[in-house]
C-alpha cells in the first residue's frame, strides 16, 4: 500500500462546506454541514459529496455483485474460493486532498495512512485464487467444463447487469488526469472514482487561491517555530526521507507537529471552505455530467435492489 502522499490529488478514489465567505460571494451548491476546526477529515463535508453513492447504496452494490460472481461461477461448475462480501467501511475516506488526520494517528501512522484503510485485497480473496479461477472471472478462457464462458468472464457479466439501463463515458476528465474505464469495471466504486477525479478540478483551482496561500504560509511559520522547515503542506507529506510504511521516529515527529500546527492557525475550516468554493464552480460547469452520474447511481442501485430479491 502506498502513502498518503500518493493520493494527496485524489483519490483513487472517494473524497465540503464552510463558514468564510466564498470570493464569489455566493453559496455553493450542494454546500454541506459547517465545518469544526480541528484535524479530522471526515467530519466535513464538501458539495461534491453530494453525488458520491451513500454508504449503504455502496453496500448494495458489492453484496449485487457479490451474489452475481458467484452465480456465474457455481454456473460453470467452479465452486472454489466463492468471492466473499467485503468487510463493512465504517469510516470511509473522502478528502485526502487535505492531508490533515488526528494527532493521534500521526504519532502512529505518521503518513502513512491507518492499518484499517490498507488495501483489504492485500493477501486476500483476489489473491487466493487459482488460475483457473481468474481465467474464469476474467474470460480469459471461452469454456469451462463443457460450459460458454461469458464474454469478459464472470466479473464483466456481473458489470453488465449491474449497469443495464445507462450509459457510461468510457472516460472521466479532472485537471490533466483522466480515468479509462474498462469494459468489465465493477459499478461499486465507479460513482466514488468519477467524483474523485472531478474534484482534482476543484482541488487544483483552490491550492492557487490566495486564502489557502495565506494560512500556508501560517502554517510554514508554525513548522519552522518547531524547527521542520516546509513551503507547503505536499512537500512535508511527501518527504523522500518517508520509506513507505516503515514509520521512523522522524516521520512520526513531523507528522505530530504537522498536524498541531494545522489546528494552530485553523487550516482545515479554511481549506474546506476554498474547496467548497471552486467545487460549487465545478459543479455549475459540469452540471449535466454530475446530473448523468447520480441517474446512473440510482438505475445501478436498482439493479443492484432486483439482484438481491432474487
Not at 99 to 116: C, D, H, I, M
Not at 261 to 272: F, P
Amino acid at each position: 500500500m502506498g502513502k498518503m502522499k500518493k493520493k494527496a490529488f485524489l483519490v483513487p478514489a472517494l473524497i465540503l462546506m464552510i463558514t468564510s465567505c466564498s470570493s464569489s460571494g455566493d453559496t455553493p451548491e450542494g454546500a454541506g454541514k459547517q465545518t469544526p476546526s480541528g484535524s479530522d477529515p471526515s467530519l466535513v463535508s464538501t458539495p461534491l459529496d453530494a453525488y458520491v453513492p451513500s454508504q449503504q447504496d455502496t453496500r448494495a452494490l458489492q453484496r449485487a455483485e457479490v451474489t452475481l460472481v458467484n452465480r456465474c461461477l457455481n454456473r460453470l461448475g467452479y465452486a472454489e474460493n466463492p468471492m466473499p462480501e467485503p468487510a463493512i467501511d465504517k469510516k470511509r475516506e473522502l478528502h485526502p486532498e487535505f492531508l490533515t488526520f488526528p494527532v493521534e494517528q500521526a504519532e502512529k501512522r505518521g503518513y502513512n495512512p491507518p492499518l484499517s484503510q490498507l488495501d483489504a485485497n492485500e493477501g486476500g480473496w483476489d489473491k487466493r485464487s487459482s488460475k483457473t479461477q481468474q481465467e474464469l472471472l476474467h474470460g480469459e478462457v471461452k469454456v469451462y467444463g463443457g460450459m460458454p464462458v461469458p464474454e469478459g468472464g464472470c466479473v464483466r457479466e456481473a458489470a453488465d447487469r449491474l449497469t443495464k439501463g445507462t450509459k457510461i463515458p468510457s472516460k472521466i476528465v479532472g485537471q490533466g488526469f483522466e480515468l479509462n474505464r474498462k469494459e468489465q469495471a465493477s459499478p461499486t466504486g465507479l460513482g466514488e472514482a468519477h467524483v474523485s477525479v472531478i474534484r482534482i478540478e476543484a482541488t487544483s483551482g483552490a491550492k492557487r487561491d490566495r486564502r489557502m496561500a495565506r494560512v500556508v504560509e501560517k502554517w510554514s511559520n508554525c513548522m519552522a517555530g518547531s524547527g521542520y522547515r516546509y513551503q507547503s503542506i505536499d512537500e512535508a507529506a511527501s518527504d523522500d526521507r518517508w520509506d513507505g510504511n516503515q514509520l521512523s521516529p522522524l516521520e512520526a515527529a513531523t507528522a505530530k507537529a504537522d498536524m498541531a500546527c494545522k489546528r494552530k492557525v485553523d487550516y482545515l475550516r479554511v481549506a474546506v471552505a476554498v474547496q467548497s468554493d471552486y467545487e460549487g464552480r465545478v459543479i455549475r460547469k459540469r452540471k449535466v455530467e454530475l446530473a448523468t452520474l447520480r441517474s446512473n447511481i440510482e438505475k445501478w442501485v436498482d439493479n443492484a435492489s432486483e439482484v438481491l430479491r432474487g
